[in-house]
């Protein structure tokens, strides 16, 4: 018996999506989910919040859905709504009462995207009733165990009327995350596209020094998730500065002027690297 436990528990770990932790937020993470607390995940884009949510689901064993938030998104988008199929009208669950019905972890990434009623929806899934009430069926539905509800959102890069309320954000147990320190970030880009760890090196230096800037008007700045598609095309044979050019420069601004800003700092970084 105790084999088959070794067995099944190597099989979970070899399966796991892979999280390098920044710090305890899989503890954090695992102890709210044992709570039945809702979870906001905080931070800026491509620094590993999906991939923290995917790898904590995997490893609490539960199913996960996963929506992303966008300025059309509504609260029948998550709840359901009636279709008509062969005639008949019936009701069909959205992935949200989906979740509640099944005890999965629901994952609403960029929830200040959403329109304004889907936190109304939520409100009641993020306290004490972990309730979903369905007006449309007459429904009002407790989550089966194991639901767990956890929203994501970049605080460096909101609208302004776009912010999440206090109302909303106090619900949460919250965890911020940010861009790994050098060394972790190398190991991650290693790990997740084969390339030697002088290249992940040099990607990193390139990331910090773009990080650094403060002159151009940039809504984001360079990503892990960037660093690791630069390290995957050059791992393919691209050049290096190439691969950077394509996968972090051309995705971070549209401006000629900006752009070629940025390639100013890959030349001083980089230099001729193949």
Request: include cysteine.
């Amino acid at each position: 018996m105790h084999h088959v436990d070794q067995h099944s528990n190597a099989l979970v770990e070899r399966d796991t999506p892979y999280y390098a932790p920044q710090g305890q937020e899989c503890e954090v993470f695992d102890h709210a989910f044992r709570c039945e607390l809702p979870l906001l995940l905080k931070g800026p884009t491509g620094c590993g919040k999906t991939r923290l949510v995917e790898h904590m689901a995997r490893r609490l064993g539960r199913p996960l859905i996963t929506v992303s938030g966008h300025d059309d998104l509504a609260a029948a988008d998550l709840t359901g709504r009636h279709l008509i199929v062969g005639g008949d009208t019936r009701w069909c669950d959205g992935p949200l009462t989906r979740a509640v019905r099944e005890g999965a972890i629901f994952y609403l990434d960029e929830v200040v995207e959403a329109r304004k009623d889907v936190t109304v929806v939520l409100h009641p899934l993020a306290d004490d009733r972990r309730s979903l009430p369905l007006e449309r069926t007459g429904e009002h539905l407790h989550a089966a165990p194991g639901f767990m509800l956890v929203a994501s959102y970049n605080p460096g890069y909101q609208h302004l009327l776009k912010g999440l309320k206090p109302s909303t954000r106090q619900r949460f147990v919250a965890i911020t995350l940010a861009y790994p320190p050098p060394e972790l970030e190398e190991r991650i880009i290693c790990r997740e596209s084969s390339c030697s760890p002088h290249v992940a090196a040099q990607l990193v230096a390139l990331a910090r020094a773009l990080r650094r800037l403060t002159d151009h008007d940039l809504e984001e700045t360079a990503s892990t998730r960037l660093l690791v598609m630069a390290a995957r095309l050059h791992h393919r044979g691209m050049k290096l500065e190439d691969a950077c050019g394509a996968a972090i420069l051309e995705a971070l601004t549209d401006d000629a002027v900006t752009r070629a800003a940025l390639y100013e700092v890959q030349r001083a970084v980089l230099g001729d690297s193949n």
